[in-house]
């Protein structure tokens, strides 16, 4: 479906890239064919091959050569399939979501829920913490880690059930934290994340490959950092967790209890000497991603790119940002935005369809429709999720223009009730690409004239 959509949109392109005609139909076009550009700059294969090739060259060297992978996460049979055609024949476990989910030879494949876990994923972690403890120093274990590894993963720490694992992920994802946050928790309550999953393959030498998801590429927080260091303190961490709220969970006073003495292993941190088995590089980036879409607008000429903050927080203030930056550009001209990361949404019993993509696309539209005094006249904003996912819908996000009917009373109900979804599906306005196979984060592409 990817495919053939981006093959309808190039026939309607003119060489350089521009649909002629009313400017936000333009726009448009354009915005939807600088994500596709974003996406694939970010394709796993490329990337992870070149990288297994240079170890399979230092193996020729005399550097060991993998013996064991494993990957997780949404791009996870990408990179592996990858780190095959590059020569790594090494047998191997993968763990990712239903939908990117394919047999590959040679490997123990798993399907697992996203964003919130479940038994399935609970084998697919026993698994991989078996194969991690059976090595020894003779092994290399090649890593290859891409978004989505949190949920997809689950593997509780001692003295804690699925259902517990699935109750505080539930909880968080309507907590409204950040990502950051929400990982340092996350690694609190599990038994591989949080430098753990290198613990258990020492004394083995580690290559992990990431494709980062999160903003600032903080290793930590890259599928909560099965083999990344702890930069949060544990009295922050438990910190964290009593601020909000999260202790009114049964099993969670317990959990800390055991924490704080040492009863269960804490995450590890950068002294660690495990570490020093690891040796660590991000393949891409959601940066890498900016930079592909950005070139693709400024092909056009004519379009100057603004400064705009980094997708973060909350999904509402977002939007509520960037249609300020918008507004405060006063001279004539063709501008865009185009920025990227990852912002949080806080959810209640009451709360409906939607994810934290539309609502700042929506936000936005609906900040811009309102103003007529300030706002320009003619634009385009979509905000979408490199994985074709927005949360838990199947649209990648939401794409809204100047040119659209815009119903701003039902669209702040819709935004209130945090049920976008439906009222984005009944206006066409919803953009559905599939699973792109990875998942580095969000892009804001934003076109606009005075």
Not at 133 to 138: G, K, Q
Not at 169 to 193: P, Q, T, W, Y
Not at 294 to 313: N, S, T, V, W, Y
Request: net charge negative; aromatic share 4%; glycine share 10%.
């Amino acid at each position: 479906m990817r495919q053939s959509r981006w093959l309808i949109l190039s026939a309607n392109m003119s060489a350089n890239g521009i649909v002629h005609g009313h400017r936000a139909g333009q726009y448009r076009d354009q915005l939807i064919a600088a994500f596709h550009a974003g996406i694939d700059a970010g394709r796993p294969e490329p990337v992870t091959r070149d990288a297994v090739a240079r170890i399979l060259q230092q193996a020729d060297a005399g550097t060991p050569a993998p013996t064991a992978i494993i990957a997780i996460g949404k791009a996870a049979c990408a990179m592996a399939d990858a780190a095959r055609q590059a020569g790594c024949l090494a047998p191997g476990i993968i763990v990712t979501n239903d939908e990117n989910y394919q047999e590959m030879q040679g490997f123990d494949v798993y399907a697992s829920a996203h964003p919130v876990p479940d038994i399935r994923g609970l084998r697919a972690s026993d698994a991989v913490e078996k194969l991690a403890d059976s090595l020894t120093a003779d092994d290399h274990l090649l890593l290859l880690i891409s978004g989505g590894g949190s949920a997809l993963l689950p593997a509780p720490a001692p003295g804690i059930s699925l259902a517990d694992k699935m109750a505080l992920n539930e909880a968080l994802l309507a907590s409204g934290l950040d990502i950051h946050d929400m990982n340092v928790i996350r690694r609190l309550f599990s038994r591989l994340k949080g430098g753990r999953l290198a613990a258990l393959a020492m004394p083995a030498r580690i290559s992990q490959f990431l494709l980062s998801d999160v903003p600032g590429d903080r290793l930590e927080s890259i599928a909560s950092g099965v083999a990344a260091p702890e930069p949060t303190s544990l009295d922050a961490a438990i910190g964290l967790v009593h601020a909000h709220g999260l202790d009114r969970l049964a099993f969670v006073p317990a959990h800390l209890d055991a924490l704080r003495s040492g009863k269960v292993q804490a995450p590890l941190g950068a002294d660690d000497p495990v570490f020093d088995n690891v040796q660590t590089d991000i393949l891409a980036s959601n940066t890498i991603c900016r930079l592909a879409s950005r070139r693709l607008i400024e092909q056009a000429g004519d379009i100057e790119i603004i400064d705009a903050p980094d997708l973060d927080g909350d999904a509402s203030v977002m939007g509520e940002r960037l249609a300020a930056c918008i507004k405060s550009v006063s001279k004539p001209g063709h501008y865009g935005i185009i920025v990227g990361g990852e912002t949080t949404v806080t959810l209640d019993a009451s709360s409906g369809v939607g994810g934290r993509a539309q609502e700042v696309a929506l936000t936005t539209a609906i900040a811009l429709a309102a103003d007529r005094t300030t706002a320009p006249s003619e634009w385009a904003v979509f905000v979408g999720g490199t994985d074709g996912r927005d949360g838990p819908c199947d649209a990648a996000g939401a794409l809204l223009t100047s040119d659209d009917a815009l119903d701003i009373t039902k669209a702040r109900a819709a935004l209130a009730a945090h049920d976008c979804y439906p009222f984005l599906q009944a206006s066409g306005q919803l953009v559905m690409t599939g699973g792109t196979g990875t998942n580095l984060g969000d892009l804001a592409i934003i076109l606009f004239s005075r």
